[in-house]
């Protein structure tokens, strides 16, 4: 079964890295974090009378913003169909199937490998964040981002957004399983991660229980309450929003491979 698992995740790599899907995972931390970078090298002048901790954050969170609201769930939304699709399109599932290799490993190497496209762009978003902090602490010695380390809590708040981000990928791993069209599983993702930001923005207090709502109520409780000053970050990662994000992660996926096993896809 590990086998069929390895052949079809290898399978997997190869008909995607030539598409928007795998590409996205690697262009979209790439374009952010240089935005990031531009505005903090154009406009040092007004970051300089920055405290090192405060520089970071402000850099870090040009980053949050963007990825924390719309673009980690509508990613993430894209990433479910774009896997998919290549089956979809290329109208493969019966001869994918028919392989002699269980159900089971084609299903659970897909998904994986969804997951492994959120989980690269986030880890690329941490890497290139502090990689053009440091930077700009060389270009820009006026901006004293070296003298403040934040390695360990940047590597934890995308930690953080990836767990977030499983329940939403998990529903629409198996909406663009089922549904060959491009507008269905797109469209009901869309409206959902609408009335997640509504929630989540709101502070409904049921917000977390909402999986599109998720990377956005991560964020908002992701600082961890401290008592008396505190001089450096404290990140609470796992908050009650992401267990659920892991348990409806979990209980899709299984939900969705009964249906695989016992429909036949077409």
């Given at each position: 079964m590990m086998k069929g698992f390895l052949l079809s995740f290898r399978s997997e790599f190869y008909k995607t890295r030539k598409t928007l899907g795998f590409w996205s995972a690697i262009l979209l931390p790439l374009l952010i974090t240089l935005l990031a970078f531009a505005i903090f090298y154009t406009k040092s002048e007004k970051f300089v009378m920055m405290q090192p901790i405060m520089l970071w954050i402000q850099f870090t969170m040009i980053s949050l913003g963007m990825m924390g609201s719309l673009l980690l769930p509508m990613y993430t939304i894209f990433v479910a169909y774009s896997v998919n699709n290549v089956e979809h399109k290329a109208d493969t599932w019966k001869t994918l199937f028919s392989l002699p290799i269980s159900r089971w490993s084609v299903y659970a190497a897909k998904f994986l490998y969804a997951v492994f496209l959120i989980f690269l762009c986030l880890a690329l978003f941490t890497v290139l964040t502090i990689g053009f902090g440091n930077l700009l602490s060389l270009l820009k010695p006026e901006l004293k981002?070296?003298?403040?380390?934040?390695?360990?809590?940047?590597?934890?708040?995308y930690?953080?957004?990836?767990?977030?981000?499983?329940?939403?990928?998990?529903?629409?791993?198996?909406?663009?399983?089922?549904?060959?069209d491009f507008l269905k599983p797109m469209g009901v993702g869309f409206v959902a991660t609408i009335v997640g930001v509504i929630a989540a923005s709101k502070n409904w207090e049921y917000s977390y229980a909402f999986p599109y709502s998720h990377p956005m109520v991560a964020l908002s409780s992701m600082i961890h309450k401290q008592k008396g000053p505190a001089k450096d970050l404290v990140i609470d990662v796992f908050t009650k929003d992401v267990f659920v994000s892991l348990g409806i992660s979990a209980v899709v996926f299984v939900i969705g491979y009964f249906i695989?096993?016992?429909?036949?896809?077409?």
């Open positions: 981002f070296n003298n403040y380390h934040m390695e360990l809590q940047l590597m934890q708040v930690f953080k957004l990836f767990l977030s981000a499983l329940g939403i990928l998990s529903i629409q791993f198996l909406l663009s399983l089922l549904w060959k695989v096993q016992k429909r036949s896809v077409k």
